[in-house]
């Protein structure tokens, strides 16, 4: 059975009646399952996980970016992590009998949707990206929201469909197609952001760290302690416990431990192999949290429901 996955990240952390009705938007789709919500105070970003088919899953996308297009406005909009639009980032994921092909498809539908429906620009990424240059979401990304107004004029960075016009409560979207991730962070017993910085730059791929590793250091003020906020793009390339050791190392040398550490979202099976869950001293984790738990289900009933 074919399946994709769908993670919208939406640029609200904060407001739980906002974050619940966007959870109920698709709660209240048919053909679609909501698997799971993430909202964060300090990134003020939330993230929210549900499957369907190639079919159903764009209904329940659209759904919820009309939802949260009309509540989030981003010109007040503040948070720690990157972000360029109300709707941040929206990838599909292939998962049971789908391969890339339909998730690419998916996003390229919904991307030409999203933008003639909502006039709201769209930038393709990852594997549904239709210029090599941004294949890689930080380049999309680079500046943020801040930058888009500028960033729309210059003819290389205009959106790959809507018009290159900045709307100041919207900005941009980025939709994109991958394999499964690992959005996991490890936060650690200090309030030191440059050594969390440092540690984030010598993990990450692009600094000469580790292979399909993304990382920053940021700051978390609710928690206080810092934070190395990673997405592991191929975790058969590096996986959970290769970044965690080395970063509980790195830090231990500087005197600092690891106070605990969290996924977002869910995770392959697969990833968590060789990684207790105590080990890696990480908070909320069940079963629920594995993408094949909810696949069982999904088979077992033949269907979405």
């Known amino acids: ?114 933008a003639d429906k909502m006039d709201v620009p769209v930038y393709f990424y990852g594997e549904a990206a239709l210029k090599e240059e941004r294949r890689h979401l930080a380049h999309v990304r680079r500046g943020g929201y801040e930058a888009l107004p500028a960033k729309m004029q210059r003819a290389a960075e205009r959106p790959d469909r809507g018009e290159p016009v900045f709307h100041p409560r919207r900005g941009a979207m980025a939709v994109g197609a991958r394999k499964p991730l690992i959005a996991f962070n490890v936060n650690l017993d200090t309030t030191d952001l440059e050594l969390a910085k440092k540690i984030a730059s010598s993990v990450r791929a692009s600094s000469g760290g580790f292979a399909a590793v993304m990382a920053i250091g940021l700051f978390l003020e609710t928690k206080g302690c810092v934070q190395v906020s990673m997405n592991l793009t191929d975790y058969e390339k590096t996986s959970i416990k290769t970044v965690y050791d080395y970063i509980a190392e790195r830090a231990a040398q500087n005197g600092v431990a690891v106070l605990h550490s969290e996924l977002i979202g869910l995770t392959p099976c697969d990833a968590m192999k060789n990684a207790r869950p105590d080990y890696l001293k990480l908070i909320d984790f069940n079963e629920e949290r594995l993408i094949e738990f909810h696949l069982g289900r999904c088979l077992c009933e033949a269907g979405i429901h």
């Open 1 to 114: 059975m074919k399946i994709i996955e769908c993670v919208p990240n939406i640029s609200e952390g904060r407001n739980a009646e906002i974050i619940t009705v966007l959870a109920e938007v698709i709660r209240n789709t048919d053909g679609v399952k909501l698997l799971h919500v993430n909202a964060d105070a300090d990134h003020n970003r939330s993230v929210l996980t549900f499957i369907g088919t190639p079919e159903t899953i764009i209904d329940g996308v659209l759904r919820l970016c009309q939802e949260a297009l009309a509540r989030i406005d981003m010109r007040f909009h503040e948070g720690i992590h990157p972000r360029m639009g109300a709707v941040d980032v929206v990838p599909f994921v292939p998962l049971g009998d789908a391969v890339l092909a339909d998730a690419v498809s998916a996003a390229h539908r919904f991307g030409h949707l999203a």
